[in-house]
């Protein structure tokens, strides 16, 4: 399990969500793979494919979190959304795609609720099309992950005040 002991202070991490088997819900997944292989100053990559419950204990000593998933809001496929969770609002029926009975605003509202919550996070979103189990991602998702991957990259690189290249491939 990918654990950082609370003792431990990590600048950034970032955490990609979403289920491999269900299309455009890869969405966070991906992208999260994206930011691991670029050549980004190294920040702990986490990938949660199930369970949202593990997400207290990945960020667990983060005092920024970047989290990447896929969200259904109406908006045109592949559109990228970005909230600041000390300032945006989010909508609960975006994120309600999950296939878990305990789900990504579950575990915001619990770390909030126990103080284990970090000091700075943000969530990407892009938006999906297709969710059914055993599709792949939809072209307008694919193409969207890159540039999430590149905007997740820069902002880790302002957080850190690091820049070791120009983000991941396309």
């Not at 991602?137 to 540039?147: L, Q, T």
């Amino acid at each position: 399990m990918n654990k950082t002991p609370a003792w431990i202070q990590i600048p950034a991490l970032v955490i990609g969500l979403g289920n491999y088997a269900r299309g455009d819900d890869a969405a966070g997944l991906l992208a999260a793979r994206r930011v691991r292989e670029a050549k980004a100053p190294r920040v702990p990559v986490f990938l949660c494919p199930g369970d949202c419950s593990r997400l207290l204990e990945m960020w667990s000593g983060a005092e920024h979190v970047l989290l990447i998933d896929a969200v259904s809001s109406g908006a045109e496929p592949g559109t990228i959304h970005r909230w600041d969770l000390k300032t945006d609002p989010l909508e609960s029926s975006w994120f309600s795609l999950s296939t878990h009975a305990f789900g990504l605003l579950d575990a915001i509202a619990l770390g909030r609720a126990l103080k284990q919550f970090p000091e700075n996070m943000w969530i990407y979103g892009i938006e999906g099309k297709r969710f059914e189990t055993g599709a792949e991602p939809s072209p307008e998702v694919r193409s969207a992950i890159g540039a999430v991957a590149r905007r997740v990259v820069a902002d880790i690189q302002a957080i850190t005040g690091k820049r070791e290249s120009e983000g991941p491939e396309e």
